[in-house]
């Protein structure tokens, strides 16, 4: 039976994929800032535990106490939504620690025992933002880029020794928190400048009937994390495909 810790599992993508792993008997180790076990089913084979992957500390404990591990999920992150006049470099350092640095460093935190036993998988969840860019995202889409082009490099310096790295892109997910959270750090809104732009892009949004669900992302995970002949890039949801193939 197979191990998989996945990052960012209170809601959202983190919280479907967690599921669909258990349903598919896998041993889960789902991981969140504040854990709250009674949002996943009661199982002999899960385990939730408390992680902050901005905290070197908790990325160490929680690794140690997960033991030996198959896969890991990295799906942790978190969203801005403004124009860039209107982000301050505190949001965007908040956002890079989380959504570039947590990947980068939760993911050097499981190489030694991938690489020893020449087994394992990294599934990256980024965003299809990276495919097309959207107004009113660029820092989140840089944060997720990043990872994107560090995906790409790691995969060949691993290799030689059996462990495959994997990207899964998600679309718009609007069933998920993300926009919520996203317009939490706001701050002071959009500027004025860009207020009339800000409108005409989320009316936009409301338009489009295309988008990703939580499900798509954890079947695009499943996938990566099961498939050895998956593709490097797997798009997720109706939006994310469409985007992909018309690159």
Excluded at 221 to 236: F, G
């Amino acid at each position: 039976m197979k191990t998989v810790l996945i990052t960012g599992c209170s809601s959202g993508f983190g919280l479907d994929t967690a599921r669909y792993f258990l349903d598919r008997d896998w041993r889960v180790v789902a991981t969140m800032r504040t854990p709250r076990e009674e949002v996943l089913p009661r199982s002999e084979r899960l385990r939730v535990l408390a992680l902050d992957v901005t905290d070197p500390e908790s990325i160490r404990h929680a690794v140690d106490a997960a033991g030996p591990l198959d896969v890991l999920v990295n799906n942790a992150g978190i969203g801005v939504l403004n124009a860039l006049e209107g982000t301050s470099m505190d949001i965007a350092r908040e956002v890079f620690e989380t959504n570039t640095l947590g990947t980068i460093a939760m993911t050097q935190a499981v190489l030694p025992q991938f690489r020893e036993r020449k087994a394992g998988v990294v599934v990256n969840v980024t965003s299809s933002v990276t495919l097309r860019p959207l107004h009113l995202l660029s820092v989140y889409t840089a944060s997720k880029a990043a990872i994107n082009a560090f995906t790409e490099s790691v995969a060949l310096e691993l290799e030689p020794f059996n462990v495959r790295v994997r990207l899964v892109l998600p679309g718009r997910a609007p069933e998920t928190r993300f926009g919520e959270n996203a317009q939490s750090r706001m701050q002071s809104g959009v500027p004025e400048a860009y207020s009339e732009l800000a409108q005409r892009v989320f009316a936009q949004w409301q338009q489009e009937s295309a988008i990703t669900r939580s499900l798509d992302v954890a079947e695009a995970a499943w996938r990566a994390a099961d498939d050895p002949s998956s593709p490097l890039r797997i798009a997720a949801g109706a939006d994310a495909i469409a985007w992909a193939n018309s690159r």
